[in-house]
């Protein structure tokens, strides 16, 4: 298999690519849920560039797959006596709603529809092209949504999405995407990851969690002016990791503003007993190096099946890295939830 690698500058206009950039290296492109701007990138290649879009694709089997566009900008030249090098850090087409703010006192007016205000906004305030939401459903601003005097479009728009349980997201051309919030219990995987003969993944991975601060008792005081009540749960599950039994020592939460009113003891422990189930679950994060996989995204759920590191999960993409390099190895963080006591 033999990969390449292709650079064109982007007319913001048209969002078309305009022209080769035939003196580019590499690009190291990640795509990142965490970040507010969901993505940036880093590029080396001889031509001062200034503040440019870049198109990035990897040419296999003769068919131009893209790995995203990206506002390049220019911190570093450096010259050898023979040539020039320049390189540029670079950001999704996100950074230009954060570098810019609503009017003041711009808002959103009661009962205006939430996804259709923030698509029509996002596109007057950037080049990038915005593309219509997929299973928005209908949501309605209960009252006016107005913008804070130091919030950046950005801030303004995702803050108004996260009212209709949707957030920004980007896909492999660049374009701005409005994405449902989705638990994954309700997600079907798109790909499968696996570590049998046909894997496509590399052998070395890697898969932390952080068990700090997780209780394996939960105590709810109820206090009243007639009585105190006090509800508790207890994991003492032999087949739980967390349990008073196999930890050796109690790891105690104490809730003294629980939502409820003159509850009965029963009403208590039961209280106590949801709550502990709630906090007791883990969130794993699993990173490991693949072959590049055509439309798999950040945001998209996968089922991992990696029988030799005994895990069996489904996951969400969380994170996404490309070095423009041989072979065109994807770095993935995929995060899923454990649940250590019901």
């Known amino acids: 298999m033999s990969d390449t690698y292709e650079f064109y500058e982007v007319d913001p206009g048209t969002w078309a690519d305009m022209r080769l950039l035939e003196n580019m290296d590499e690009a190291n492109v990640v795509f990142d849920s965490e970040q507010d701007i969901k993505g940036n990138a880093k590029m080396r290649g001889e031509e001062d560039l200034g ?3 870049v198109r990035v694709y990897l040419v296999r089997d003769g068919r131009k797959r893209p790995l995203g566009s990206w506002l390049v900008q220019t911190p570093a030249r450096s010259h050898d006596g023979r040539s020039r090098t320049v390189n540029m850090d670079a950001y999704s087409p996100l950074l230009e709603l954060m570098d810019s703010l609503p009017p003041v006192g711009y808002f959103f007016p009661a009962g205006a529809n939430i996804v259709k205000s923030v698509i029509a906004a996002a596109r007057e305030n950037c080049h990038a092209p915005v593309l219509d939401a997929v299973d928005a459903g209908v949501r309605l601003f209960a009252e006016p949504y107005v913008a804070e005097l130091d919030e950046s479009w950005l801030e303004f728009l995702a803050g108004a999405l996260a009212k209709a349980d949707m957030e920004f997201g980007l896909d492999e051309m660049g374009d701005i995407l409005i994405i449902p919030v989705r638990d994954i219990a309700a997600m079907q995987p798109v790909h499968t990851f696996g570590d049998d003969n046909a894997s496509i993944v590399m052998p070395d991975m890697e898969d932390s969690r952080d068990l700090y601060g997780i209780p394996n008792i939960v105590e709810v005081v109820c206090s009243t002016e007639a009585a105190c009540v006090v509800g508790r749960a207890e994991n003492d599950s032999p087949s739980s990791p967390m349990s008073t039994v196999c930890r050796g020592r109690d790891v105690t939460v104490r809730d003294t503003s629980p939502d409820l ?28 190096e693949h072959d590049y996989v055509e439309g798999l995204r950040v945001g998209d759920c996968v089922l991992l099946r990696f029988a030799r590191a005994d895990i069996y999960a489904r996951a969400i993409v969380a994170r996404q ?6 072979g065109c190895l994807v770095r993935t963080t995929a995060k899923y939830t454990e649940v250590l006591w019901r």
């Open 51 to 53: 503040e440019a879009y």
């Open 261 to 288: 009113e003159d509850p009965t003891q029963e009403e208590a422990d039961a209280y106590a007993a949801r709550r502990l189930a709630e906090l007791s679950s883990v969130e794993h994060e699993v990173v490991f």
């Open 321 to 326: 890295e490309i070095a423009t390099e041989t």
